[in-house]
């Protein structure tokens, strides 16, 4: 069957198109477009061109999958779209101008699908590991035991929130990074269902942050997914990338090879993340996957999710 999967995220709209029998997923194409729907945003609403550049980007790439031929078209809303104080203002613009109905999903549900569209990836279906999904209002952490999520945990920061909350100067000053970094700590430290997931020697890293981490220290000057998916980080290498980036300003940091236009002010934050949660799980090594939201909702059993 074939079948097309939108992840419309705070920072990142993203579309998978693809084929799905016998619970087996083929990749036919995968496109992204950051539109920032989190940017600006305030009091429970979405800036309104945020919200019309998300629209946007989300009725191009429907087209796409109804060109491509898709039976289904799976689109699921992530991080910011949960805060919306009238998610209607997003879902009717995407009805409306997409033609789609799309799925708030809540981040238990978010970490869930990403775990099963990680292992799926990573070809861990017959292990134990920790998954770890950063995104830009928040950071979800799911237990993988053979191939299904066992548990999971959503955690309210991201690299856009974590950015326009405490990275505030271009670059940001040494107080401000030590603030940002000693926040998520806290948070990490507070919460209590993290506190109750078993230790795992794996952790692996999906979506837009660790991706770019993985290019960044590839120095990547065009971006091969087959180069980035297994690739080990160590916790000294996101240290050596993360005091690159805080040495110059975001306009120089476009320059670096492996860096995505429109992640540039991002990417110090959600640094940051990958180093505290490392931390905290005492983990020194971090796997990269390309698996995650787009993979996990192809394979989720039914739709809408549930």
Sequence with gaps: MKIATLDIGSNTVRLLLGTVEKGALKRVSVERRITRLAGK?????????????????????ARKARAYGAVEI??????????????????????DQARLDAQIIDGRLEAAVSALG????????DRTFLLMDVGGFSTELALVENAQPAR?????????????????????????????GQAVADLLKGNDELAQLPAVETLVGTAGTVTTLAALDLKMERYDPDQINGRILSAATIERLLE???SMPAAE??????????????????????????????????????GGVL???????????D
């Excluded at 429970?44 to 629209?55: C, D, F, I, K, Y």
């Excluded at 993979?295 to 999710?305: C, D, M, R, Y």
């Design 41 to 61: 945003f305030a009091d429970g609403r979405a800036h309104p061109e945020s919200l019309q550049r998300t629209v946007e980007a989300v009725a191009e790439f």
């Design 74 to 95: 799976r689109a699921v809303c992530t991080g910011v779209a949960r805060r919306l104080d009238d998610p209607f203002t997003l879902l009717d613009a995407l009805a």
């Design 118 to 125: 990680g292992a799926y990836e990573m070809g861990l279906r």
């Design 152 to 180: 999971a945990v959503s955690l309210e920061f991201g690299a856009v929130s974590l950015t326009e909350g405490y990275l505030l100067d271009d670059p940001p000053t040494v107080a401000q990074l030590q603030t940002c």
């Design 244 to 246: 690159k980036l805080v």
């Design 253 to 290: 940091r476009l320059y670096l090879p492996g860096l995505e236009k429109g992640r540039e002010d991002l990417i110090p934050a959600g640094a940051i993340i990958c180093q505290r949660v490392m931390e905290h799980l005492r983990c020194e090594r971090l796997a990269v996957t390309e």
């Design 295 to 305: 993979e996990g909702v192809a394979l989720w059993p039914q739709w809408p999710l």
